[in-house]
């Protein structure tokens, strides 16, 4: 969906940064690796994610930090960042989470952090009923698939055509600007 930005803004992280240029609750743009990350701290923590959202491509460091997660400013995709992880539609898929080390009063970003494996769920007869197909219902859906369910999910609603992504449609697909894998269908 996002793609890297050709033009990298803020500090090199592979370079360091002073950590007090971080300030608690606050975030950072800058990259490392050649692709945009955005830095946060929380207290003594720092955390790397990055920096696009994966819904629609917006930049999550004009967005809004609450506790550890972070919220795009276009569509309110939220987004842990302690793992990268997409909570909250419409985004569908994690940002990257990226490793971070402390040396004296800098911070430098070292590398990617691999995806852990999810946990296969006990095995379950009972089956899901999700209300509304539209952004919610299928975010909740994919999340379910996500986490390992593996009973039948059924989506009810009153459109006619299978869930799709609104916004992308309304926008840039439209328009013929967009490629078809924007939209999850």
Request: net charge negative; proline share 8%.
């Given at each position: 969906m996002?793609?890297?930005?050709s033009e990298l803004e803020?500090?090199?992280?592979e370079k360091g940064c002073k950590?007090?240029?971080?300030?608690?609750?606050?975030?950072?743009l800058g990259h490392a690796f050649g692709e945009a990350i955005l830095a946060a701290?929380?207290?003594?923590?720092?955390?790397?994610?990055?920096?696009?959202?994966t819904?629609?491509?917006?930049?999550?460091?004009?967005g809004l930090m609450v506790d550890c997660?972070?919220?795009?400013?276009?569509?309110?995709?939220?987004?842990?960042?302690?793992?990268?992880?997409?909570?909250?539609?419409?985004?569908?898929?994690?940002?990257s989470c990226w490793k971070i080390e402390k040396r004296g009063n800098r911070f430098f970003i070292t590398g990617k952090i691999d995806k852990k494996p999810t946990r296969k769920p006990k095995s379950s007869s009972s089956s899901v009923v999700i209300v509304g197909a539209g952004a919610a219902g299928s975010a909740a859906a994919e999340m379910l698939r996500r986490e390992g369910y593996e009973?039948?999910?059924?989506?009810?609603?009153?459109?006619?055509?299978?869930p799709y992504d609104r916004p992308n449609l309304s926008k840039d697909y439209l328009a013929g600007t967009a490629p078809e894998e924007w939209i999850p269908l």
């Open positions: 996002a793609e890297p930005s803020g500090p090199d992280f950590i007090d240029k971080l300030a608690d609750g606050e975030m950072l701290r929380r207290g003594e923590e720092i955390f790397a994610i990055g920096a696009t959202c819904h629609y491509g917006g930049p999550l460091a004009k997660t972070v919220r795009c400013p276009w569509h309110h995709a939220r987004f842990d960042l302690r793992t990268g992880e997409a909570i909250g539609a419409p985004a569908l898929s994690d940002v009973g039948p999910i059924t989506l009810i609603s009153a459109d006619e055509f299978l």
